[in-house]
């Protein structure tokens, strides 16, 4: 099968910048999407930002100009770099991924890593 390995998170002070780190692997014959999304307590899970194996990205609304989404096709790697963070950064971050393996397309989710961002 896939899985979904996230690094990085943490600790930071608002202002800061921090990089998040995804890795896809498994028996993997083609990603479509990968990205990452985020969920604070009480609220519903958003999308921050994704890139398509074209590299075209999509980003949240409320990320747009403080984060940046990068791949390494050879790595199945997915970057996300997050500057000038704020205090309603402070959430946990999934990395997704639509990812077509020996059993077919699916859908992976990492297991999230915790970003906390202080005032």
């Known amino acids: 099968q896939v899985q979904l390995v996230e690094s990085g998170g943490g600790l930071v002070q608002a202002g800061k910048s921090m990089r998040l780190s995804c890795t896809a692997s498994?028996?993997?014959?083609?990603?479509?999407?990968m990205g990452w999304y985020r969920q604070a307590p009480g609220k519903q899970r958003e999308l921050v930002a994704i890139?398509?194996?074209?590299?075209?990205?999509n980003y949240g609304d409320a990320v747009k100009g403080r984060f940046t989404i990068s791949g390494d096709n050879a790595k199945n790697t997915v970057y996300l770099q997050m500057d000038r963070l704020k205090p309603e950064d402070t959430a946990v971050y999934y990395c997704?991924?639509?990812?077509?393996?020996?059993?077919?397309?699916?859908?992976?989710w990492g297991q999230g890593t915790q970003v906390t961002v202080s005032s």
């Open positions: 498994g028996s993997i014959l083609s990603i479509n999407v």
């Open positions: 997704n991924g639509l990812v077509k393996g020996s059993l077919g397309l699916g859908n992976y």
């Open positions: 890139i398509k194996s074209n590299g075209s990205t």
